[in-house]
T-cell receptor, first 114, second 115 residues
Framework: DADVTQTPRNRITKTGKRIMLECSQT?????MYWYRQDPGLGLRLIYY???????NKGEISDGYSVSRQAQAKFSLSLESAIPNQTALYFC?????????????FGPGTRLTVL | AQSVTQLDSQVPVFEEAPVELRCNYS??????LFWYVQYPNQGLQLLLK??????LVKGINGFEAEFNKSQTSFHLRKPSVHISDTAEYFC?????????????FGKGTKLSVIP
């Protein structure tokens, strides 16, 4: 089984809808991250969490919110989706104890907002 | 603040030819450097990383990279590519100082291996 899983893998929704993307991990890591990937722009950090009680905004948090339900679960919500949020979304984890903050990625969720 | 520049957005290369994907970074503190690979319709997978020690780092699938502090570069190389190496490659940097949680990515280089 994969160490970092994301659901759903693909989602098509309409402008104005609320949508939640979920991430679970079995690596036992404290740190979790949400990124979005757009063609030609690489990966940009949306939110990150160092533990259940620690949530922080990343580079592009506007229009997004997150919830860290447990050490192993980190959800990303789009309160009112808009077309320019169409992107590939990745969840990642790291243990933060060494290794230069190497991060481990889930398979991604492809979100299309019509 | 740190940043990463991948100098080529697309690199076509013939099968069994050598390839170099270029990466330059900027940071005011000591850095850790990574190369990730993204195969079509998949997530990112770590190819190799430089944390300290030897500046030549060997990774999976025959790839290697060399950390050059004076040129602030971490170029990725493979002596002979295969069709299966077709993917997008991302260089990333983190550092040992405050804010070391952050992994800053380059914009990616798409490697296309031509039969």
């Amino acid at each position: 089984d994969a160490d970092v899983t994301q659901t759903p893998r693909n989602r098509i929704t309409k402008t104005g809808k609320r949508i939640m993307l979920e991430c679970s991990q079995t690596k036992g890591h404290d740190r979790m991250y949400w990124y979005r990937q757009d063609p030609g722009l690489g990966l940009r950090l949306i939110y990150y969490s160092f533990d259940v009680k620690d949530i922080n905004k990343g580079e592009i948090s506007d229009g997004y919110s997150v919830s860290r339900q447990a050490q192993a679960k980190f959800s990303l919500s789009l309160e009112s989706a808009i077309p320019n949020q169409t992107a590939l979304y990745f969840c990642a984890t790291s243990d933060g104890t060494g290794g230069g903050n190497e991060q481990f990625f889930g398979p991604g969720t492809r979100l299309t907002v019509l | 603040a740190q940043s990463v520049t991948q100098l080529d957005s697309q690199v076509p290369v013939f099968e069994e030819a050598p390839v170099e994907l270029r990466c330059n970074y900027s940071s005011s503190v000591s850095v850790y450097l990574f190369w990730y690979v993204q195969y079509p319709n998949q997530g990112l997978q770590l190819l190799l990383k430089y944390l300290s020690g030897s500046t030549l780092v060997k990774g999976i699938n025959g790839f290697e990279a060399e950390f050059n502090k004076s040129q602030t570069s971490f170029h990725l190389r493979k002596p002979s590519v295969h069709i299966s190496d077709t993917a997008e490659y991302f260089c990333a940097v983190s550092h040992s100082g405050a804010g070391s949680y952050q992994l800053t990515f380059g914009k990616g280089t798409k490697l296309s291996v031509i039969p």
